[in-house]
Protein backbone atom coordinates (compact mmCIF):
# COMPACT_ATOMS: atom_id res chain seq x y z
CA UNK A 1 0.00 0.00 0.00
CA UNK A 2 1.14 3.63 -0.98
CA UNK A 3 1.13 5.72 2.00
CA UNK A 4 2.00 9.47 1.88
CA UNK A 5 1.04 12.63 4.02
CA UNK A 6 0.52 15.54 1.94
CA UNK A 7 1.74 14.49 -1.03
CA UNK A 8 4.98 12.96 0.32
CA UNK A 9 6.06 9.68 -0.33
CA UNK A 10 7.60 7.38 2.83
CA UNK A 11 10.25 4.88 2.20
CA UNK A 12 7.96 2.06 2.19
CA UNK A 13 6.50 3.39 -1.16
CA UNK A 14 9.46 2.46 -2.66
CA UNK A 15 9.13 -1.16 -3.47
CA UNK A 16 5.54 -0.63 -5.35
CA UNK A 17 7.42 2.53 -7.37
CA UNK A 18 7.13 1.38 -11.01
CA UNK A 19 10.12 3.50 -11.96
CA UNK A 20 11.99 1.39 -9.84
CA UNK A 21 10.79 -1.51 -11.14
CA UNK A 22 12.94 -0.99 -14.32
CA UNK A 23 15.71 -2.80 -15.50
CA UNK A 24 18.69 0.03 -14.50
CA UNK A 25 21.94 -1.84 -15.88
CA UNK A 26 19.82 -2.84 -19.20
CA UNK A 27 19.00 1.24 -19.46
CA UNK A 28 22.39 2.05 -18.62
CA UNK A 29 23.89 -0.58 -21.08
CA UNK A 30 20.67 0.66 -24.06
CA UNK A 31 22.42 4.12 -23.13
CA UNK A 32 25.92 3.91 -23.88
CA UNK A 33 24.95 1.63 -26.96
CA UNK A 34 23.48 5.01 -27.96
CA UNK A 35 26.25 6.76 -27.34
CA UNK A 36 28.29 4.61 -29.28
CA UNK A 37 25.86 4.83 -32.47
CA UNK A 38 25.89 8.23 -32.65
CA UNK A 39 29.74 8.82 -32.61
CA UNK A 40 29.86 5.97 -35.44
CA UNK A 41 27.15 7.66 -37.51
CA UNK A 42 29.17 10.81 -36.80
CA UNK A 43 32.37 9.64 -38.08
CA UNK A 44 30.63 7.49 -41.19
CA UNK A 45 29.07 11.50 -41.90
CA UNK A 46 32.23 13.11 -41.67
CA UNK A 47 33.90 10.80 -43.67
CA UNK A 48 30.91 11.22 -46.34
CA UNK A 49 31.65 14.70 -46.04
CA UNK A 50 35.61 14.12 -46.83
CA UNK A 51 34.69 12.05 -49.86
CA UNK A 52 32.63 15.02 -51.06
CA UNK A 53 35.08 17.84 -50.40
CA UNK A 54 37.19 15.14 -52.77
CA UNK A 55 34.79 15.58 -55.60
CA UNK A 56 34.38 18.99 -55.52
CA UNK A 57 38.27 19.43 -55.97
CA UNK A 58 37.82 16.72 -58.58
CA UNK A 59 35.19 19.58 -60.17
CA UNK A 60 37.34 22.70 -59.74
CA UNK A 61 40.75 21.14 -61.12
CA UNK A 62 38.61 20.46 -63.98
CA UNK A 63 37.73 23.77 -64.33
CA UNK A 64 41.39 25.58 -63.27
CA UNK A 65 42.84 23.41 -66.51
CA UNK A 66 40.23 24.46 -68.70
CA UNK A 67 40.29 28.69 -67.95
CA UNK A 68 38.57 28.88 -71.33
CA UNK A 69 35.32 27.27 -70.48
CA UNK A 70 32.51 29.42 -70.81
CA UNK A 71 29.84 27.81 -68.78
CA UNK A 72 31.92 27.12 -65.71
CA UNK A 73 28.73 25.79 -64.02
CA UNK A 74 28.49 22.73 -66.31
CA UNK A 75 30.88 20.59 -64.43
CA UNK A 76 29.38 21.33 -61.34
CA UNK A 77 25.94 20.24 -62.67
CA UNK A 78 27.30 17.20 -64.31
CA UNK A 79 29.18 15.44 -61.43
CA UNK A 80 26.32 16.98 -59.09
CA UNK A 81 24.04 14.88 -61.22
CA UNK A 82 26.11 11.51 -61.40
CA UNK A 83 26.20 11.69 -57.73
CA UNK A 84 22.98 12.18 -57.30
CA UNK A 85 21.63 9.10 -59.48
CA UNK A 86 23.66 7.20 -58.08
CA UNK A 87 22.46 8.13 -54.03
CA UNK A 88 18.68 8.76 -55.05
CA UNK A 89 19.42 12.17 -53.90
CA UNK A 90 17.91 15.49 -56.16
CA UNK A 91 21.23 16.83 -57.78
CA UNK A 92 20.61 20.56 -56.74
CA UNK A 93 20.82 18.73 -53.31
CA UNK A 94 23.86 17.44 -53.81
CA UNK A 95 25.74 20.40 -55.69
CA UNK A 96 24.81 22.38 -52.16
CA UNK A 97 26.33 19.03 -50.51
CA UNK A 98 29.77 19.47 -52.54
CA UNK A 99 30.28 23.00 -51.84
CA UNK A 100 29.27 22.47 -48.10
CA UNK A 101 31.87 19.89 -47.67
CA UNK A 102 34.65 22.04 -49.22
CA UNK A 103 33.79 24.84 -47.15
CA UNK A 104 34.02 22.49 -43.92
CA UNK A 105 36.76 20.55 -44.85
CA UNK A 106 38.36 23.27 -46.29
CA UNK A 107 38.26 26.11 -43.92
CA UNK A 108 37.55 24.39 -40.80
CA UNK A 109 39.47 21.53 -39.98
CA UNK A 110 39.50 21.18 -36.58
CA UNK A 111 35.44 21.23 -36.37
CA UNK A 112 35.68 18.19 -39.23
CA UNK A 113 38.44 16.87 -36.84
CA UNK A 114 36.25 16.63 -34.15
CA UNK A 115 33.14 15.32 -36.53
CA UNK A 116 35.44 12.57 -37.93
CA UNK A 117 36.37 11.47 -34.14
CA UNK A 118 32.66 11.48 -33.15
CA UNK A 119 32.97 14.12 -30.38
CA UNK A 120 30.30 16.54 -32.38
CA UNK A 121 27.55 15.61 -34.69
CA UNK A 122 26.36 17.08 -37.85
CA UNK A 123 23.70 19.04 -36.31
CA UNK A 124 26.48 21.24 -34.40
CA UNK A 125 28.63 21.66 -37.37
CA UNK A 126 26.29 23.39 -39.07
CA UNK A 127 25.85 25.73 -36.36
CA UNK A 128 29.62 26.41 -36.17
CA UNK A 129 30.27 26.88 -40.17
CA UNK A 130 27.39 28.72 -40.35
CA UNK A 131 27.62 31.08 -37.53
CA UNK A 132 31.53 31.21 -38.22
CA UNK A 133 31.36 32.00 -42.55
CA UNK A 134 31.74 35.27 -42.29
CA UNK A 135 35.40 35.08 -40.81
CA UNK A 136 37.84 35.69 -43.76
CA UNK A 137 40.82 35.75 -41.85
CA UNK A 138 42.41 32.36 -41.16
CA UNK A 139 43.59 32.90 -37.60
CA UNK A 140 40.44 34.19 -36.33
CA UNK A 141 38.46 30.57 -37.90
CA UNK A 142 41.13 29.16 -35.88
CA UNK A 143 40.65 30.94 -32.99
CA UNK A 144 36.61 30.76 -33.47
CA UNK A 145 37.24 26.95 -33.59
CA UNK A 146 39.15 26.92 -30.48
CA UNK A 147 36.69 28.59 -28.56
CA UNK A 148 33.56 26.89 -29.85
CA UNK A 149 34.87 23.22 -29.75
CA UNK A 150 35.61 23.40 -26.04
CA UNK A 151 32.06 23.86 -25.34
CA UNK A 152 30.02 21.92 -28.44
CA UNK A 153 30.07 18.80 -27.27
CA UNK A 154 28.72 19.74 -23.82
CA UNK A 155 25.82 22.08 -25.50
CA UNK A 156 22.30 21.77 -27.76
CA UNK A 157 22.46 23.22 -31.07
CA UNK A 158 20.22 25.39 -29.88
CA UNK A 159 22.45 26.61 -27.03
CA UNK A 160 25.10 26.43 -29.36
CA UNK A 161 24.31 28.71 -31.88
CA UNK A 162 24.23 31.95 -29.75
CA UNK A 163 27.34 31.01 -28.63
CA UNK A 164 29.07 30.21 -31.36
CA UNK A 165 27.75 34.22 -32.69
CA UNK A 166 29.16 35.60 -29.78
CA UNK A 167 32.14 34.45 -30.17
CA UNK A 168 32.96 35.50 -33.93
CA UNK A 169 31.12 38.87 -33.47
CA UNK A 170 33.74 38.98 -30.24
CA UNK A 171 36.46 37.98 -33.03
CA UNK A 172 35.24 40.19 -35.82
CA UNK A 173 32.85 42.47 -34.83
CA UNK A 174 31.93 43.54 -38.81
CA UNK A 175 31.04 40.14 -39.25
CA UNK A 176 27.54 40.41 -38.22
CA UNK A 177 26.86 43.18 -40.78
CA UNK A 178 28.27 41.18 -43.56
CA UNK A 179 25.78 38.29 -42.47
CA UNK A 180 22.76 40.00 -42.81
CA UNK A 181 23.89 41.46 -46.19
CA UNK A 182 24.80 37.96 -46.77
CA UNK A 183 21.05 37.09 -46.03
CA UNK A 184 19.68 39.57 -47.95
CA UNK A 185 21.15 38.43 -50.89
CA UNK A 186 19.22 35.07 -50.48
CA UNK A 187 16.01 36.41 -49.60
CA UNK A 188 13.35 34.92 -52.09
CA UNK A 189 9.79 33.28 -52.28
CA UNK A 190 9.01 29.91 -53.07
CA UNK A 191 6.45 27.31 -52.32
CA UNK A 192 5.97 23.98 -51.04
CA UNK A 193 3.52 21.67 -52.05
CA UNK A 194 1.61 19.89 -49.37
CA UNK A 195 -1.26 17.13 -49.22
CA UNK A 196 -4.83 16.93 -49.67
CA UNK A 197 -4.83 20.16 -52.33
CA UNK A 198 -2.79 22.85 -49.87
CA UNK A 199 0.68 24.65 -50.69
CA UNK A 200 2.83 26.92 -48.66
CA UNK A 201 4.07 30.08 -49.73
CA UNK A 202 7.39 30.81 -47.98
CA UNK A 203 8.71 34.69 -47.85
CA UNK A 204 12.46 35.10 -46.88
CA UNK A 205 13.50 38.68 -46.03
CA UNK A 206 14.23 41.31 -43.85
CA UNK A 207 13.01 40.29 -40.18
CA UNK A 208 11.53 43.84 -39.82
CA UNK A 209 9.87 43.86 -43.05
CA UNK A 210 8.39 40.23 -42.06
CA UNK A 211 6.97 40.99 -39.01
CA UNK A 212 5.91 44.21 -40.64
CA UNK A 213 3.64 42.17 -43.37
CA UNK A 214 3.07 39.30 -40.32
CA UNK A 215 1.22 42.02 -38.26
CA UNK A 216 -0.62 43.30 -41.24
CA UNK A 217 -2.26 40.45 -41.91
CA UNK A 218 -3.33 39.85 -37.96
CA UNK A 219 -4.68 43.23 -38.08
CA UNK A 220 -7.12 42.35 -40.75
CA UNK A 221 -7.81 38.82 -39.06
CA UNK A 222 -8.80 40.61 -36.13
CA UNK A 223 -11.17 42.81 -37.78
CA UNK A 224 -12.72 39.78 -39.85
CA UNK A 225 -13.67 38.24 -36.50
CA UNK A 226 -14.69 41.06 -34.62
CA UNK A 227 -17.41 41.88 -37.33
CA UNK A 228 -18.12 37.44 -36.42
CA UNK A 229 -17.24 36.52 -40.46
CA UNK A 230 -14.26 34.88 -39.41
CA UNK A 231 -15.91 31.05 -39.08
CA UNK A 232 -12.57 29.40 -37.61
CA UNK A 233 -9.79 30.41 -36.00
CA UNK A 234 -7.38 33.40 -35.85
CA UNK A 235 -4.66 31.31 -37.71
CA UNK A 236 -7.16 30.25 -40.66
CA UNK A 237 -8.21 33.66 -40.81
CA UNK A 238 -4.62 35.14 -41.27
CA UNK A 239 -4.22 32.80 -44.42
CA UNK A 240 -7.19 33.66 -45.94
CA UNK A 241 -6.40 37.48 -45.67
CA UNK A 242 -2.68 36.38 -46.55
CA UNK A 243 -3.71 34.91 -49.83
CA UNK A 244 -6.22 38.17 -50.50
CA UNK A 245 -3.38 40.51 -49.71
CA UNK A 246 -0.79 38.72 -52.12
CA UNK A 247 -4.05 38.61 -54.62
CA UNK A 248 -4.99 35.21 -54.50
CA UNK A 249 -8.58 34.07 -55.06
CA UNK A 250 -11.45 34.85 -52.54
CA UNK A 251 -12.83 31.64 -53.10
CA UNK A 252 -10.17 29.69 -51.89
CA UNK A 253 -11.76 26.73 -50.42
CA UNK A 254 -13.57 26.28 -53.83
CA UNK A 255 -9.97 25.75 -55.72
CA UNK A 256 -8.83 22.18 -54.56
CA UNK A 257 -5.66 20.23 -56.76
CA UNK A 258 -2.25 21.01 -57.85
CA UNK A 259 -1.20 24.45 -58.51
CA UNK A 260 -1.24 25.47 -62.42
CA UNK A 261 0.97 27.88 -63.93
CA UNK A 262 -0.18 31.03 -65.31
CA UNK A 263 -2.58 31.56 -68.64
CA UNK A 264 -0.50 32.30 -71.16
CA UNK A 265 2.70 33.92 -71.35
CA UNK A 266 2.28 35.05 -67.75
CA UNK A 267 4.06 31.69 -66.35
CA UNK A 268 6.77 32.48 -63.90
CA UNK A 269 9.94 31.47 -64.81
CA UNK A 270 11.16 29.25 -61.59
CA UNK A 271 14.44 28.39 -63.11
CA UNK A 272 16.02 31.33 -64.21
CA UNK A 273 19.06 30.48 -62.13
CA UNK A 274 19.41 27.34 -63.88
CA UNK A 275 21.89 28.42 -66.99
CA UNK A 276 22.32 29.20 -70.44
CA UNK A 277 19.09 28.44 -72.60
CA UNK A 278 19.59 25.79 -75.01
CA UNK A 279 19.61 26.17 -78.78
CA UNK A 280 16.14 27.08 -80.26
CA UNK A 281 16.94 23.43 -82.51
CA UNK A 282 17.51 21.36 -79.46
CA UNK A 283 13.89 22.43 -78.01
CA UNK A 284 10.39 21.31 -78.83
CA UNK A 285 7.97 24.26 -79.80
CA UNK A 286 5.06 23.74 -77.67
CA UNK A 287 2.86 26.08 -79.67
CA UNK A 288 3.38 23.72 -83.07
CA UNK A 289 3.48 20.37 -81.14
CA UNK A 290 0.02 18.39 -82.00
CA UNK A 291 -2.31 19.54 -78.60
CA UNK A 292 -3.34 16.27 -78.25
CA UNK A 293 0.06 15.00 -78.25
CA UNK A 294 1.29 17.62 -75.86
CA UNK A 295 -1.47 16.36 -73.38
CA UNK A 296 -0.86 12.93 -73.61
CA UNK A 297 2.79 13.65 -72.55
CA UNK A 298 1.87 15.36 -70.02
CA UNK A 299 -0.41 12.87 -68.62
CA UNK A 300 2.35 10.90 -68.77
CA UNK A 301 5.47 12.32 -67.34
CA UNK A 302 3.67 14.58 -65.03
CA UNK A 303 7.19 15.69 -64.04
CA UNK A 304 10.85 16.14 -65.34
CA UNK A 305 12.03 12.87 -66.60
CA UNK A 306 15.75 13.32 -65.09
CA UNK A 307 15.96 10.39 -62.39
CA UNK A 308 15.13 12.20 -58.86
CA UNK A 309 13.56 15.31 -60.37
CA UNK A 310 9.90 16.29 -59.10
CA UNK A 311 9.55 19.95 -60.96
CA UNK A 312 6.21 19.46 -62.55
CA UNK A 313 5.99 19.56 -66.54
CA UNK A 314 5.12 23.50 -66.28
CA UNK A 315 7.79 24.04 -65.55
CA UNK A 316 9.92 23.02 -68.13
CA UNK A 317 9.79 21.81 -71.88
CA UNK A 318 8.83 19.01 -74.04
CA UNK A 319 12.18 17.28 -75.61
CA UNK A 320 12.78 15.42 -78.37
CA UNK A 321 14.75 11.61 -77.05
CA UNK A 322 16.73 12.00 -79.97
CA UNK A 323 17.80 15.26 -81.87
CA UNK A 324 14.92 16.31 -84.45
CA UNK A 325 18.56 17.39 -85.96
CA UNK A 326 19.31 13.75 -86.09
CA UNK A 327 16.51 12.16 -87.36
CA UNK A 328 14.70 11.69 -84.41
CA UNK A 329 10.67 11.70 -84.17
CA UNK A 330 8.06 13.81 -82.70
CA UNK A 331 6.45 10.99 -81.47
CA UNK A 332 5.52 10.20 -77.86
CA UNK A 333 8.16 7.54 -77.56
CA UNK A 334 10.40 10.02 -78.89
CA UNK A 335 9.73 13.08 -76.02
CA UNK A 336 9.88 13.73 -72.98
CA UNK A 337 9.97 16.74 -70.20
CA UNK A 338 12.90 18.41 -69.00
CA UNK A 339 13.51 21.42 -67.14
CA UNK A 340 15.83 23.43 -68.21
CA UNK A 341 18.53 22.53 -65.64
CA UNK A 342 18.14 18.95 -66.84
CA UNK A 343 17.29 19.95 -70.54
CA UNK A 344 21.21 21.87 -70.74
CA UNK A 345 22.69 19.17 -68.85
CA UNK A 346 21.68 16.42 -71.37
CA UNK A 347 22.76 18.74 -74.54
CA UNK A 348 25.78 20.16 -72.65
CA UNK A 349 27.69 17.33 -70.74
CA UNK A 350 28.67 13.89 -71.85
CA UNK A 351 25.13 12.49 -69.95
CA UNK A 352 23.03 10.35 -72.41
CA UNK A 353 19.43 9.18 -72.69
CA UNK A 354 17.82 6.60 -74.88
CA UNK A 355 13.68 6.13 -74.13
CA UNK A 356 12.55 2.45 -73.88
CA UNK A 357 9.51 0.93 -74.51
CA UNK A 358 6.49 2.30 -71.88
CA UNK A 359 8.30 5.92 -71.56
CA UNK A 360 11.40 4.36 -70.08
CA UNK A 361 14.02 6.50 -69.89
CA UNK A 362 17.60 5.00 -69.51
CA UNK A 363 20.38 7.90 -68.50
CA UNK A 364 23.81 7.01 -68.62
CA UNK A 365 26.12 8.79 -66.63
CA UNK A 366 29.48 9.96 -67.88
CA UNK A 367 30.77 7.42 -66.01
CA UNK A 368 29.35 4.41 -67.90
CA UNK A 369 26.39 4.33 -64.99
CA UNK A 370 22.80 3.95 -66.61
CA UNK A 371 19.64 5.02 -64.43
CA UNK A 372 16.20 3.91 -65.36
CA UNK A 373 13.39 6.61 -65.03
CA UNK A 374 10.00 5.45 -65.14
CA UNK A 375 6.56 7.78 -65.71
CA UNK A 376 4.67 8.05 -62.54
CA UNK A 377 1.66 5.29 -63.08
CA UNK A 378 -1.02 6.59 -65.43
CA UNK A 379 -4.62 5.20 -63.87
CA UNK A 380 -5.07 5.61 -60.28
CA UNK A 381 -8.58 3.89 -59.03
CA UNK A 382 -10.09 5.29 -55.59
CA UNK A 383 -12.62 3.25 -54.72
CA UNK A 384 -15.87 5.58 -52.92
CA UNK A 385 -18.45 2.72 -52.47
CA UNK A 386 -18.59 0.17 -49.86
CA UNK A 387 -18.19 -3.50 -51.26
CA UNK A 388 -21.14 -4.70 -52.39
CA UNK A 389 -21.83 -7.95 -49.58
Not at 284 to 295: A, F, K, M, N, P
Request: hydrophobic share 35%; proline share 6%; with cysteine.
Amino acid sequence: MRSSVGGARHDGDIESDPIDELDIPAIDALVAGLIETRRAIASLQAFETTLMSAAADVVAARISARPALAEKDLPWREVAAEIGAALHMNDRTVEGRLGEAALVVGRFPATHAAWAAGEIDQSRVRVIVDAGGTLTDEDSRAEYEARVLAHAAQLTPGRLKPLCRRIAATLDPESVTRRHKRARRTRAVRTVDLDDGMSRLVLEGPATLIHAVFDRITQMARTVQATGRGGRGRSGVQADDGGRTGGGPRAADEQVGQPRPAAGNERVDQDRDEGPLVAADERVDERTLDQHLHRMLRIRDEHCRFPGCRQPTWRGDPDHTRDAARGGPTRLDNLEHLRRRHHVLKHRTRWTVRQLPGGVLEWTSPTGHTYEDHPSPQVRFACTDPPPF
